[in-house]
Structures are given as structure tokens and as C-alpha cells.
């Protein structure tokens, strides 16, 4: 049987469900895209059911200012997420009439959407044949292939994009990308992948080859740097000195105390 076929049985009987799954609106798959990038899914859901009551289309979330965008995205982290969502956001109220272009080389133009978040929006929204190359599904297609080359390297990228296209099925592009996703989150984890279960480990390379866990292979990441804050908080007759960090860098235009670092 072929790899998509069994994928899609697997993904009409243990998809996971979420709010923003057979949603109408384009708009709903862009913002929970952009959510779920470096963010677990768990942790995105009450986000974007907040979000959507606040801002429940593209106008509205134009015209919203700076401030109320960010409150409503305070916790979720990776804050130019939220300034790229909202700058894109008026570009296409102005330019598009409100509406997310379907034209993928004017979406791709949008600040914040690259070309991963691209190919889910064509496939998810626009029901698109396009190919989509996330964290799981760079994952997945590493392991179904046994793919040797740094997955992160731009060598490694393009055999993977080439994987994620060649196995597209013909108008079912959308499900399928989404069934990648949640086979990478429940089944074909980082560590211990839960083969056992795996609709796909009759096909799948690194199983055979009993290098799972040596795929993907990618290059040593940088080492997270720590830092050491100092922090005062100045209450004066019941108010609270909070200044607004600068737009650029890190927690860029939230609030915080006045602090030295
Ligand atoms: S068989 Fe194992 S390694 Fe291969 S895709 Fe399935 S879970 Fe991942």
C-alpha cells in the first residue's frame, strides 16, 4: 500500500482534534501556524480561542493597536511572531481586501510567513497541492528515508522538500501534511520513537536499519546563553513603574519593570 494511503486510515482514526482544524477561514490556519511555531500544541489551544474572540478576522486584527496584540499574545514567547502577524495583517487588509492572497509568491512576501508556513496555509486552507517541511515532518521523512545528509543544511533541506513533495497526494495534500505532523508529535517522537505503533514501520528506512535515533542529523546547536538580571520594582502610592522594552530584541515592545542587567 502506498505510504500516503496508509497514512491518511491512520490519520481519519487518530488525528488529533483541534479548534483550528475544519475551520472555514484561511485567516484561522495562518494564526494557529504561526502559534504553533517552537510551541506546543497543548499551550497554543487556549491562545488562539482567545485570539479569535479579540480578533476575529483580518480587519480586526489591523486595526487593533500594538499594545492589545501583544497582550493577547503575553506567555506564548517569540513575541515578533505576534508584530509579524499584525504588520502582515494590515498589509493585507490594505492590499488584499482582507482577504489572504492565494497567489503563494504574494503570501510568501507577508512578513512571518516563510516557506514551511507557506506550503501549510496552500495545503491546510487553500486545499492546494503543496509539499510543507516542518520540525516533525523533517522528522519523519529523515527516518521513513534513512536520510544521512545534516537535515539542516541546505543539501539536506532539499532532498527533504523533494520527499515531502514526490509523496503529496494528489488533493489530499492538506491531510496529509497534517497526518505527518501528528505522526512526528505522538508516534515518531525525538527521542524513543514509539515504532511499535507506527503505521509506517513496514516502510520506514531507519527502522530497518536500526538508526532512528541517529536521524535527523543535524548540526550542534549553539549553546543557550544565560544571563544574570538584577530587577527593582518602583511602587509609588499604590502604581508601578513599568517601562516598555524596545521593539527590536528580546520581549521586544512588552512591558517589564525597570531592571539592570
Ligand atoms: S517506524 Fe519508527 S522511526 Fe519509522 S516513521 Fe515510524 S515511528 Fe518513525
Known amino acids: 500500500m502506498k505510504l500516503a494511503t496508509t497514512l491518511l486510515k491512520w490519520y481519519s482514526k487518530y488525528g488529533r482534534t483541534m479548534p483550528w482544524r475544519d475551520h472555514p477561514d484561511p485567516y484561522a490556519v495562518w494564526v494557529s501556524e504561526i502559534m504553533l511555531q517552537q510551541t506546543r500544541v497543548e499551550t497554543v489551544i487556549p491562545y488562539f480561542e482567545k485570539w479569535m474572540k479579540l480578533f476575529p478576522d483580518i480587519p480586526t486584527l ?30 493585507v487588509a490594505t492590499k488584499f481586501n482582507g482577504q489572504l492572497p492565494r497567489d503563494l509568491t504574494e503570501l510568501r512576501t507577508l512578513p512571518g510567513i516563510g516557506r514551511y508556513t507557506v506550503g501549510a496555509i496552500a495545503s491546510i486552507a487553500f486545499k492546494m497541492d503543496e509539499p510543507t517541511l516542518d ?58 520513537p514509539r515504532c511499535l505503533l507506527c503505521p509506517l514501520t513496514r516502510v520506514c528506512k531507519a527502522r530497518e536499519n536500526e538508526t532512528q535515533e ?48
Open 62 to 91: 489591523a486595526a487593533a493597536s500594538e499594545r492589545e496584540v501583544l497582550n493577547a499574545w503575553e506567555g506564548l514567547g517569540y513575541y515578533s511572531r505576534a508584530r509579524n502577524l499584525h504588520k502582515a495583517a494590515k498589509i
Open 135 to 192: 520540525g516533525n515532518l523533517r522528522r519523519v521523512f529523515s527516518r521513513l528515508y534513512d536520510v544521512a545528509e545534516f537535515a539542516d543544511s541546505p543539501a539536506g533541506e532539499k532532498i527533504l522538500w523533494g520527499l515531502a513533495a514526490q509523496n503529496l497526494p494528489k488533493g489530499k495534500a492538506g491531510d496529509f501534511n497534517q497526518a505527518l505532523m501528528d505522526l512526528g508529535a505522538t508516534i515518531c517522537l525525538p527521542k524513543n
Open 214 to 261: 541517529l536521524r535527523p542529523v543535524l548540526k550542534a546547536k549553539k549553546k543557550v546563553p544565560q544571563y544574570i538580571h538584577a530587577a527593582a520594582v518602583i511602587v509609588e502610592r499604590g502604581r508601578v513603574l513599568i517601562s516598555q522594552r524596545p521593539a527590536d530584541g528580546l520581549l521586544g515592545g512588552c512591558g517589564n519593570f525597570r531592571t539592570q542587567g
